[in-house]
């Protein structure tokens, strides 16, 4: 039997020790996704409606790129996040594990194949 005081249980930030470091990145990317998210759609409708060439030279400026890019990097870690935490929650064992990675994996391609697609289409 153990001896704790209320703080001391309290201090573990919960059963798997990480509870408040989730918390703290999950308001972080909530608050930068609530900036980047009225900026892009601003950014990305002003870039609608032109020829080809238009849409090449708008995104080659570097405002639209850095905010279509730190929006996707941002947007998609943040689902990624939130995806993890229920299949924690509602997943066990080996299905739960390999839905994990498969989702890491996913997530990951989809990051690394829009940033392709930006700098292809930025220069």
Do not use: N
């Not at 408040?20 to 990317?29: A, G, L, N, R």
């Not at 759609?41 to 850095?66: D, H, M, N, R, W």
Request: glycine share 12%.
């Amino acid at each position: 039997m153990t001896f704790l005081t209320d703080r001391k249980r309290a201090q573990g930030l919960g059963a798997s020790g990480t509870g408040t470091h989730h918390h703290w990145q999950m308001m972080v990317s909530s608050t930068l996704l609530g900036v980047l998210v009225p900026l892009f759609v601003i950014t990305f409708g002003l870039g609608l409606g032109g020829t080809y060439q238009e849409v090449l030279a708008y995104f080659s400026k570097p405002f639209p790129a850095i905010i279509t890019g730190l929006t996707l990097v941002v947007g998609v870690i943040h689902v990624m996040r939130e995806a993890l935490v229920a299949i924690e929650d509602y997943m066990h064992g080996t299905a739960g594990k390999l839905t994990a990675i498969f989702v890491g994996a996913f997530c990951y391609t989809t990051i690394a194949a829009g940033l392709f697609a930006l700098v292809k289409l930025a220069l």
